[in-house]
Nanobody, 119 residues
Framework: QVQLVESGGGLVQPGGSLRVSCAAS????????MGWYRQAPGKQRELVAL???????NYADSVKGRFTISRDNAKNTVYLQMDSLKPEDTAVYYC?????????????WGQGTQVTVSS
């Protein structure tokens, strides 16, 4: 059993900053990719940022230069530092991980954390 637990969402004013975290737990051999997707009301889920185990990062164009993804592999945790937040960043942010465990690799999702950017 694998769990992804997110924390750190909330309400922030435009131009502000927020950091969300996601910790993976369970029977994990290794984690390949960890990262974040988001889904705004009435829209499809979209990629925000991904980071591989060898530190390669991939960002959506809309967040480049404002968001920073990082990992603590010892803690199986991924972070997303969000700066210069805009109202259009408002969404539920979902943690994603590609995890190797007993029985093979799998794709796992967190329950989501709400980020609201509003004055």
């Amino acid at each position: 059993q694998v769990q992804l637990v997110e924390s750190g969402g909330g309400l922030v004013q435009p131009g502000g900053s927020l950091r969300v975290s996601c910790a993976a737990s369970g029977s994990i051999f290794s984690i390949n990719v960890m990262g974040w997707y988001r889904q705004a009301p009435g829209k499809q889920r979209e990629l925000v940022a991904l980071m591989s185990s060898d530190d390669r990062r991939n960002y959506a164009d809309s967040v480049k230069g404002r968001f920073t993804i990082s990992r603590d592999n010892a803690k199986n945790t991924v972070y997303l530092q969000m700066d210069s937040l805009k109202p259009e960043d408002t969404a539920v942010y979902y943690c994603y991980a590609n995890i190797y465990r007993v029985g093979g690799p799998g794709h796992y999702w967190g329950q989501g954390t709400q980020v609201t950017v509003s004055s």
